[in-house]
């Protein structure tokens, strides 16, 4: 099954990728700026998704939070993420509201500086630290993903430092910042536009001219520094996070082979034998079999630059002790290190995984963003009729190479969080913990 | 520089919900079938009549437990070789049960179907229910209460209902159940509800993806021609207030750095005749991202990340609730601003560019909830659930339109009661107990968030 894709790029450098599909009268529009995180300067953690906020608040032709409001009143949907490499926006809206969505993106690429005032970036900044204190500070395993980056990533390395950002870096970020982030990173050049849906070929094509073509292609990005590293760790990594919690929960990270290569997709089948659904070894051992743990989970991050990790995620029964979660897990990853996995359980992995490749093509935002994915990392869409493929050709021998290249003792970082008052009975934690 | 002139919207093209097919076949199970030719993929969901409000008291969690269990285990496969042969089709079912049924779903490309629905009437024709099964199911539940008393959100939730209804009524226990009656559960007690309530006459099965109807019938009859006729015995609802007037609940969480609000009280059935003004008045109030107490809470004062209202429609009345997490210090000036938004939406008819906000996004939006199988196959599913009319999605946009400024007045006045508001806070008591008690919002009083 392919989806049609035609690609083409403007003068200014806009890479636009159109995918149409006239079952319903709806119409996705996704844009990919190629900047995240990993772009920001010192001193300034954060900054990229408070910028995402930012782009909200207006622009030379559209008020304070109007865009919102103007995406809803034609009934669509909208919204926008960031990530360590990148960022997104997109709109979701009735098909012949096209024109709309396209024209409130152009106008924020082309013209976002006259709308910026410090109170909306005082305003935003609050709103940013809030949502920093109630998905991280204030929830059960919020600091996972920031713990992690600091564990796995050498401290000079563009996926070390958090994402959302750091109390203090956040109260530092000025008006002058936004109007420099903005020349730099949001340019035609460093951007992809992909509509997908019920839309007519000629007419999304002059729209896209008229609104986007007259927006200056930028100068240039400066180089993000080197993020190539060894294959595995080496030293092993560990830190141990008493925290306000009532399960102890193990994240084990191993640098796996980065999204999009050969070897990727051998890691993405790896993942899925260890934790993906019920039928998953962890799952079935873990959970099911030996009833040491309430749930386990492995998942690829799909890092594009550098080194991807795979993350092995498994939270403890209550009667079960960290150490014991840490011995039972390593357990298992040693005897899929030794033993490696058979055929059958590739299948069970490549199985699953071609439902939710089908499934992820059903709406057309989902679509976009998975066209302009492949179109900002690798320049080409097309890409997204070869996954199915891809995993297919992926063999036990493959998988098996893979495990043994990276699943090994010199590969692993393990991340432990511990019920707080969990944390004096276990004389072996409280040493780990004063260490770290 | 981006042009000035700000696009004109192009004619709208026609939409219309799938068309479906329903029949009743011979054992008295419902069949609805949409056929949906985008992608090789279908969406089997079954619903039973069988949901968390017809647990027994003290048994609280028996309909949650019995529909995680139904796929544990046959007298040929146990429950890993039935988890592997869906999976090895592609497939991961799930079974649950939420207030007003429990269910049954999967997805899979339909090159597969015909295995997958005929492995789906092996499992549920006759389920084991493994006594070792039960008793980790019930372990997991157990390990998730654990869990839910440090997690802000969800224990907010959870109190939120136990301090809004009676002690009498289903609503004011988690669909799961406590710990205390999770605890107390038997394979028998499971056994037997099987046995009473999974029959073919309170059944419905969804099929929606690329397939005919006919296909359908005859895959779906073959699958569940184990299940007994009839209907389960039916149990009354109790769906009660537990105070009446305004109460507030600090749960203390020491240093909290944020709290988590939920302010509301009893909402509607489902049923009720004003549903369709009652749902766009609360888009005004708390229900879109440029709704009223969004805009106030979090871009005028940025107090919130985010800050929003709802009624939670079940067959009885769910409760409304405006939610929300605003850093400590700010707790008492939120909870201001949002009664203040009650009372306002109260006292004035809201402006038509509110009403018009409101209604064209209703409006517009509805083709873009239906792009997916599973999306179609849940709209149908709760047709039936809650006895709405066949031709409800064909009428759901002239519905919404026909709702005016005065109707929403209306239901303001008739279904937001500023003078019952119960008020729950996750958050730290020491910080903000004194000046929440200043505010007028009831008894404050304060609780640990550990049950002993």
Do not use: C
């Amino acid at each position: 099954m392919r989806i049609p894709i035609e690609t083409y790029e403007l003068d200014n450098g806009l890479f636009v990728t159109l995918s149409e599909d006239h079952t319903a009268p709806i119409v996705a529009v996704n844009l990919w700026y190629h900047v995240g995180s990993a772009n920001e300067r010192t001193g300034r953690t954060g900054f990229a998704h408070l910028f995402e906020h930012m782009l909200f608040q207006g622009s030379a032709h559209v008020g304070s939070n109007e865009h919102f409001e103007l995406i809803q009143r034609a009934g669509g949907t909208l919204n926008g993420s960031t990530w360590l490499e990148r960022t997104n926006y997109y709109e979701t809206v009735p098909s012949h509201q096209l024109a709309l969505a396209l024209w409130l993106e152009a106008d924020r690429m082309g013209d976002l500086l006259p709308a910026m005032t410090q109170e909306k970036l005082d305003t935003q900044r609050d709103v940013v630290k809030n949502e920093r204190r109630w998905a991280v500070d204030n929830q059960p395993y919020g600091t996972m993903l920031e713990k992690l980056q600091e564990l796995t990533f050498p401290r000079t390395h563009p996926f070390h430092h958090s994402l959302i950002g750091s109390m203090e870096d956040l109260s530092e970020a000025s008006l002058d910042d936004i109007a420099q982030f903005f020349a730099t990173y949001y340019t035609p050049d460093n951007a992809v536009l992909s509509i997908a849906g019920d839309f007519e070929r000629a007419e999304a094509q002059r729209l896209i001219s008229e609104y986007f073509a007259p927006i200056p292609r930028g100068k240039g990005k400066p180089p993000l520094p080197p993020m190539n590293l060894p294959p595995v760790f080496g030293r092993p990594g560990r830190e141990v996070v008493p925290d306000n919690v009532s399960l102890s929960r193990l994240f084990l990270a191993f640098r796996s082979p980065v999204f999009g290569s050969a070897e990727y997709y051998a890691a993405s089948v790896t993942s899925a034998i260890l934790g993906l659904r019920k039928g998953s070894r962890l799952h079935r051992s873990l959970v099911r079999d030996r009833q040491i743990a309430s749930d386990a989970a492995s998942y690829t991050f799909d890092l594009a630059k550098g080194t991807d990790l795979l993350i092995v995620d498994v939270t403890a029964r209550p009667e079960i002790s960290p150490s014991q979660l840490e011995e039972e897990v390593e357990r298992e990853i040693d005897l899929i290190y030794a033993e490696g996995v058979t055929q059958l359980e590739v299948k069970r992995a490549i199985a699953l995984i071609e439902t939710d490749l089908v499934s992820s093509l059903q709406s057309a935002g989902d679509r976009a963003d998975r066209l302009s994915m492949f179109a900002t990392y690798f320049r080409d869409p097309q890409l997204i009729n070869e996954q199915s493929a891809a995993y297919r050709a992926v063999t036990t021998d493959r998988v098996n190479a893979l495990i043994a290249e990276r699943l090994g003792a010199n590969n692993r970082a393990s991340l432990m969080y511990v019920p707080r008052e969990g944390v004096e009975s276990e004389p072996m934690l409280a040493a780990a913990v004063s260490a770290g | 520089m981006v042009t000035a002139v700000r696009p004109r919207a192009s004619a709208p093209r026609a939409y219309r919900f799938p068309t479906f097919t329903q029949e009743v076949l011979p054992t008295g199970l419902r069949l609805v079938v949409a056929p949906v030719e985008k992608l090789p993929l279908v969406t089997v969901l079954v619903v039973i009549d069988a949901g968390s409000t017809i647990d027994p008291a003290g048994k609280e969690g028996l309909a949650a437990l019995t529909a995680d269990a139904l796929l544990e285990g046959t007298r040929e496969f146990d429950g890993a070789q039935l988890t592997e042969r869906f999976e090895q089709l592609g497939t991961a079912v799930e079974s649950g049960a939420d207030w007003d049924s429990a269910f049954v779903k999967l997805t899979v490309l339909s090159d597969r179907l015909e295995e997958a629905t005929a492995l789906l009437g092996e499992a549920i024709g006759n389920p084991t229910f493994p006594d070792r099964e039960i008793e980790r199911l019930k372990a997991e539940r157990l390990a998730e209460i654990l869990q839910i008393e440090t997690e802000p959100r969800g224990l907010a939730d959870e109190k939120f209902s136990e301090f809004l209804y009676s002690a009498a009524s289903r609503y004011a226990k988690p669909d799961d159940g406590t710990a205390e009656s999770v605890a107390g559960l038997t394979r028998s007690d499971v056994d037997t509800f099987f046995r009473s309530y999974y029959r073919s006459g309170a059944t419905t099965v969804v099929v929606a993806g690329a397939i005919t109807p006919l296909l359908a019938r005859n895959l779906v009859a073959k699958a569940f021609s184990g299940w007994s006729q009839g209907v389960g015995p039916g149990r009354a609802l109790i769906a009660s207030p537990r105070a009446n007037s305004r109460t507030v609940h600090i749960v203390n969480k020491p240093d909290a750095p944020q709290s988590e609000l939920r302010v509301g009280h009893l909402g509607l059935p489902r049923k009720h005749p004003d549903f369709f003004p009652t749902m766009v008045m609360n888009a005004v109030l708390g229900g879109l991202f440029g709704s009223r107490i969004n805009m106030n809470l979090r871009e005028e004062h940025g107090y919130t990340y985010g800050a929003s209202s709802y009624y939670d429609w079940r067959r009885g009345p769910g409760p409304f609730v405006v939610a929300t997490a605003v850093q400590s210090e700010v707790t008492a000036a939120a909870l201001r601003e949002i009664l203040a938004e009650i009372e306002r939406i109260r006292s004035d008819r809201i402006a038509e560019e509110e009403l018009s906000l409101a209604r064209d996004y209703l409006d517009g939006v509805f083709p873009i909830r239906y792009e997916t199988t599973t999306a179609i196959a849940s709209a149908l599913a709760n047709l039936v659930i809650y006895a709405l009319k066949s031709d409800y999605y064909d009428t759901y946009r002239t519905r919404v339109r026909e709702v005016t400024t005065d109707d929403v007045l209306q239901a303001a006045r008739n279904h937001l009661h500023p003078g019952l508001l119960q008020t729950v806070i996750v958050g730290d008591s020491a910080a903000i107990k004194d000046s929440v008690g200043q505010l007028g919002f009831g008894e404050v009083r304060v609780h640990a968030a550990q049950n002993d």
